[in-house]
C-alpha cells in the first residue's frame, strides 16, 4: 500500500500490526513506529511523524540497535529540515553520524563510507543553513576528503556547489569558481539536470561578482534552457530570481522588478516564494510603490507562518513595519513593528 502511495490505508495497518506486536519485542516495534513515520511524512503530518519517531528512538534503545537508532536521527533530522528548524536537524544529524561511526566503523565486515558521507554532506549543508559557516565548512571538507577515499560520489554536485559559496564568502573567490565549475561538470556528467541548474546559477553568480557578464549571461542563460527543456517551474522560477537579483545590483531596477513578478508566479515551496516576495517588495519600496511592497511583504509572511520560520518572520514584520511608516500608515507600522518584537523574543 506504501508504495502505491496509498499512506493513510498503510499508517493504520502499521499502527494495528503495533497493537498485536508483544511489548518487549522492541526491534519489530521500533521499525512499525518507523514505518508509520514515514507514512505520516507522506500525508505531511510531521508533527506527528516527529511523535512517531521518538518513539522508534525509544524502542530501539530499548533493543541496543546503534544502527537502528542512527536511521531515526537521520529521519528527525531531515522531517526538521522540512520543517524549516535547521537547528534542530543539525543536532539529530550530528547525533546519527556519532552513532553510524558507532556502529559501523568498527565493523570490517560493513562499510560506512555512503551513509557518513551522506550525513557529513548533509550536516554541512544544514548547518550553512543556520548561518554556521564555520561548521558547514568542517563538515564539507570531511564529506570531500572521505568522497575521494571511498569514491563515493553521489552528492558531489551539492558539496561542491555549497564549497563554492563558502570560499566566496571567505574571500577565496578563486578557488570558488574552481568549486562551482566542478559542480557544473559533475552534475552535466551525471544528467542530473535539477542539480546543473543550482550549479549554473551559483557558476553564474560568481561570475557576475567578478564583472564577468558574458560568462555569467551565458550560464544563466543555459540554466534557464535546462529548466525549460524539463518544463521545471520551479527551476526557471529560481533562475529568473538569481537573474533578478544581478539586475537589481547592476541598477536595472525595472528588469529586475519583470524578472521577480514572474519568477514568484511559479516558485517551488514556501521558502523559496517567501524570499521572492521579499526581494521584490524591497524593489518596490524603493520605487516608492507602498501599497505593491506591502502585498509582496504580507504574502511572504503567509508563507514563512505556514513554514514556521519565527526569526524570518520576525525581520519580515520589521521590514513591513517600514514600509507602512514610509506609506504614512503608523498604526499598521506600530502593530507590525509590535509582533516582531514578540517574534523576536520567542528566539
Given at each position: ?10 499508517r493504520q ?8 506486536c ?6 519489530r516495534r521500533?521499525?512499525l513506529?518507523r ?9 505531511d ?14 524502542e ?15 529521519d ?19 547525533r ?10 568498527p565493523d ?8 557518513i ?14 548561518g ?16 575521494q577515499?571511498?569514491r ?17 564568502e ?5 578557488q ?10 559533475f552534475c ?10 543550482d550549479?549554473l546559477i ?12 558574458a ?6 542563460t ?5 529548466a ?5 517551474a ?9 537573474l ?23 516558485a517551488?515551496?514556501?521558502?523559496q ?16 510603490e ?20 519565527p ?16 506609506a504614512?500608515?503608523p498604526?499598521?507600522?506600530?502593530r507590525c513593528l ?9 528566539q
Amino acid at each position: 500500500l506504501e508504495r502505491q502511495g496509498e499512506y493513510e490505508q498503510a499508517r493504520q495497518l502499521y499502527t494495528q500490526a503495533l497493537d498485536e506486536c508483544a511489548p518487549n519485542d522492541y526491534r519489530r516495534r521500533g521499525e512499525l513506529h518507523r514505518r508509520r513515520a514515514r507514512a505520516l511524512v507522506h500525508l505531511d503530518r510531521l508533527t506527528a511523524a516527529l511523535q512517531a519517531l521518538e518513539q522508534a528512538a525509544d524502542e530501539f534503545r530499548l533493543a541496543r540497535d546503534t544502527a537502528a537508532r542512527a536511521a531515526v536521527d537521520l529521519d528527525l533530522g531531515n522531517v526538521y529540515s522540512r520543517m524549516g528548524q535547521a537547528e534542530r536537524a543539525v543536532h539529530h544529524y550530528e547525533r546519527a553520524l556519532l552513532l553510524y561511526e558507532e556502529a559501523l566503523v568498527p565493523d570490517a565486515a560493513s562499510d560506512p563510507s555512503s551513509p557518513i558521507v551522506w550525513l557529513l554532506t548533509q550536516l554541512g549543508l544544514t548547518c550553512y543553513e543556520t548561518g554556521n559557516r564555520e561548521a558547514a565548512y568542517r563538515y564539507l571538507k570531511r564529506a570531500e576528503a572521505l568522497s575521494q577515499e571511498a569514491r563515493v560520489y553521489y552528492r558531489w554536485g551539492e558539496l561542491c556547489r555549497v564549497s563554492a559559496v563558502l570560499l566566496d564568502e571567505m574571500g577565496d573567490r578563486r578557488q570558488a569558481l574552481e568549486y562551482a565549475e566542478r559542480a557544473v561538470a559533475f552534475c552535466d556528467s551525471t544528467l542530473d539536470r535539477g542539480g546543473l541548474v543550482d550549479a549554473l546559477i551559483r557558476l553564474g553568480s560568481l561570475n557576475a561578482e567578478e564583472d564577468n557578464w558574458a560568462a555569467a549571461e551565458s550560464c544563466f542563460t543555459r540554466a534557464l534552457h535546462v529548466a525549460e527543456e524539463n518544463a521545471d517551474a520551479r527551476a526557471k522560477s529560481r533562475v529568473q530570481a538569481a537573474l533578478a537579483k544581478w539586475a537589481a545590483r547592476s541598477g536595472d531596477v525595472d528588469r529586475a522588478v519583470t524578472l521577480y513578478r514572474e519568477a514568484v508566479r511559479t516558485a517551488g515551496d514556501d521558502q523559496q516564494a517567501a524570499e521572492i516576495h521579499r526581494s521584490l517588495a524591497e524593489l518596490l519600496k524603493a520605487r516608492r510603490e507602498y501599497d505593491d511592497a506591502a502585498r509582496h511583504l504580507e504574502s511572504a509572511i503567509a508563507a514563512l507562518e505556514k513554514a514556521n520560520r519565527p526569526k524570518a518572520l520576525a525581520e519580515a514584520y520589521s521590514s513591513l513595519a517600514e514600509i507602512y511608516e514610509a506609506a504614512g500608515q503608523p498604526a499598521a507600522a506600530a502593530r507590525c513593528l509590535r509582533r516582531s518584537v514578540e517574534l523576536f523574543r520567542t528566539q
